[in-house]
């Protein structure tokens, strides 16, 4: 008689509690990774605790508890339905204002969701954020990062989460402003978003048919764009569209900074460049030229479907890695394939090599101007 043997294969799942948090600016895409990992942990029997407000959450103890019907319907909303912040550091967080006294706060909020059964964390943010997620995975927390941003300068994964959707926001608001730059004849300077990186700028100049693009990896030379901007509009063209980062800068000079935050990860916050520019062509080639700055416009509202796509994907991909006790990985996306990589000791942004970039040359190829 033959025995067959049959071999049941039963997945166990060994943790049972894990949180999940999101930090530092908020971007489209982040509650369709809330509902990945909500969803799929739970058909794990896993339970999972949202951490409130980002870091400061984490180190206050603010929690929620979050089940399907706490995430049901979330990916198609902008924002992050658990809060973030993105100026606190857990290994350096002011404890005192009034002394400006400061102290790591990791082993206490540790020790803190270990008190209420949390195993691990997944978080999402960007590279101060999942600076600090590495300092918290060393120190005994298994953590998996997810990589977010709207400058989308992050080497863990390109496209970042987020970006696609501040393109599509800025080319919206391009466009828009185009009617009515055609009707008046103006010149307009769009300040966009990405900090140090050019790329928001680039994608989101280029698709909304920008005549000039400044981007911070090319100083400009203001009588190159004096020049294009009277040859455009003698051209007979009524308008001129100037998609500016907000961190370009002319040749010989420094960026235009709105404001230092003592406490963040990246302390600059940029702004300014569109009014100092706006006057500089106005002046220089006598045609009116106005400043629009799209601001936090580009990260709000509705995420398109690539960012709900990419969001729930790599929140897939975390709860996985994290289910099977694999951490200390910052989870992303490559040429479309998910990818893992360990949390960076230094930080590596994803810089935008002009000379290498197809949009670039495409944009060269068409004769748009980039200052130079
Ligand atoms: O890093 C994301 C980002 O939106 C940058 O593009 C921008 O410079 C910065 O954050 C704005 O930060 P805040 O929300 O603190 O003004």
Do not use: W
């Amino acid at each position: 008689m033959i025995i067959l043997l049959k071999i049941i294969k039963v997945e166990v799942f060994s943790l049972k509690k894990i949180a999940i948090m999101t930090a530092g600016g908020d971007c489209a895409g982040l509650n369709s990774v809330i509902k990945a990992v909500v969803m799929a942990a739970i058909n794990r029997n896993m339970k999972v605790v949202g951490i409130l407000d980002g870091y400061i959450g984490f180190v206050e103890g603010k929690y929620v508890n979050l089940d399907k019907s706490s995430v049901y319907d979330i990916e198609t909303k902008g924002g992050t339905i658990l809060g973030s912040s993105n100026k606190e550091c857990p290994f350096h967080y002011l404890v005192d204002k009034k002394k400006e006294k400061y102290e790591d706060m990791v082993k206490p909020s540790i020790e803190n969701l270990r008190k209420i059964g949390v195993e691990g964390m997944i978080i999402i943010g960007g590279d101060g954020t999942l600076d600090s997620a590495r300092v918290i995975d060393e120190a005994g927390m298994p953590v998996v990062g997810i990589p977010k941003t709207i400058d989308n300068d992050m080497s863990a994964s390109s496209p970042t989460i987020g970006f696609e959707t501040a393109v599509q926001n800025s080319v919206e608001a391009i466009r828009k402003l185009k009617t009515t730059a055609f009707s008046h004849r103006r010149v307009f300077v769009v300040e966009m978003m990405g900090r140090t990186s050019g790329y928001l700028t680039l994608y989101g100049g280029f698709a909304s048919g920008a005549d000039i693009i400044l981007l911070p990896e090319l100083d400009y030379d203001l009588d190159v764009v004096c020049n294009k901007v009277k040859e455009i509009m003698e051209s007979g063209k009524r308008y001129v569209i100037i998609a500016a980062s907000e961190a370009c800068k002319e040749k010989g000079k420094t960026e235009t900074v709105a404001r230092v935050l003592k406490d963040s990860f990246e302390q600059k916050r940029y702004g300014g460049i569109a009014e100092k520019l706006s006057k500089q062509i106005e002046e220089i080639t006598g045609y009116e030229t106005r400043p629009m700055v799209l601001g936090h416009l580009q990260r709000g509202g509705e995420p398109c479907t690539v960012d709900i796509l990419l969001g729930a994907r790599l929140g897939d991909y975390a709860i996985n890695l994290l289910s099977d006790e694999r951490h200390g990985y910052i989870v992303g996306a490559k040429e479309n394939v998910l990818v893992k990589t360990r949390f960076p000791k230094i930080r590596e942004p994803r810089v935008l090599d002009l000379e290498d970039n197809d949009i670039a040359r495409t944009a060269r190829d068409m004769g748009i101007c980039f200052g130079v």
